[in-house]
């Protein structure tokens, strides 16, 4: 997988969420997989920075590091800019975390994605353990192998794949 990849199945998971929950929308951790993407919804994420943190950890523990995912995306509803938006940030091993955003229209579907930049380190510092644990992976490269299939080995049949644009979405 290409962070460019990444950067697209986070922005696609944001309009599945935002398509499929009644607003607020609820922060969603996305984690890409090499048979398909799980949304973790979390309804309860606490307003504390320090709580949310150790929300993340949890999650980052139990789903990043035991299963070697090697990359994360999240989305949450948020004001950007004063308007009703999405932000959708993402990381990944040997890769700076990012962030876009998008606006609600006035149909309720999200407008398209602003251009992604570097996440600010000190923006969002609850996402902190995400990335933490992707960059302490063991074996990057056999990891990254793994998740994706132009490099992975003949055990791969192409259906298998998901490809960029027929990912398969399934709810956590």
Same mark, same amino acid.
């Given at each position: 997988?290409?962070?460019?990849? &990444?950067? $697209?199945?986070?922005?696609?998971?944001?309009?599945?969420?935002?398509?499929?929950?009644?607003?607020?929308?609820?922060?969603?951790?996305?984690?890409?997989?090499?048979? %398909?993407?799980? &949304?973790?919804?979390?309804?309860?994420?606490?307003?504390?920075?320090?709580?949310?943190?150790?929300?993340?950890?949890?999650?980052?523990?139990?789903?990043?590091?035991?299963?070697?995912?090697?990359?994360?995306? $999240? =989305?949450?509803?948020? /004001? =950007?800019?004063?308007?009703?938006?999405?932000?959708?940030?993402?990381?990944?091993? %040997?890769?700076?975390?990012?962030?876009?955003?998008?606006?609600?229209?006035?149909?309720?579907?999200?407008?398209? $994605? =602003?251009?992604?930049?570097?996440?600010?380190?000190?923006?969002?510092? $609850?996402?902190?353990? &995400?990335?933490?644990?992707?960059?302490?992976?063991?074996?990057?490269?056999?990891?990254? /192998?793994?998740?994706?299939?132009?490099?992975?080995?003949?055990?791969?049949?192409?259906?298998?794949?998901?490809?960029? &644009?027929?990912?398969?979405?399934?709810?956590?």
């Amino acid at each position: 997988m290409q962070f460019e990849e &990444l950067r $697209f199945i986070t922005q696609k998971a944001a309009v599945d969420v935002a398509s499929k929950h009644e607003r607020p929308l609820p922060p969603t951790v996305v984690l890409p997989g090499p048979a %398909r993407t799980l &949304l973790l919804t979390l309804p309860e994420l606490p307003d504390d920075d320090e709580l949310r943190h150790a929300v993340i950890a949890q999650l980052a523990a139990e789903h990043l590091t035991a299963d070697g995912v090697p990359c994360w995306g $999240f =989305v949450a509803e948020a /004001d =950007v800019a004063g308007h009703d938006g999405v932000i959708a940030a993402f990381g990944a091993r %040997r890769h700076a975390p990012h962030v876009s955003a998008a606006l609600f229209a006035a149909d309720g579907a999200l407008d398209e $994605f =602003v251009p992604a930049e570097e996440l600010d380190p000190t923006a969002l510092p $609850f996402l902190h353990p &995400l990335q933490h644990a992707v960059d302490a992976l063991p074996g990057a490269q056999d990891v990254f /192998d793994r998740y994706d299939p132009k490099r992975a080995g003949p055990e791969v049949a192409p259906d298998q794949t998901g490809g960029a &644009l027929g990912l398969p979405m399934f709810p956590g």
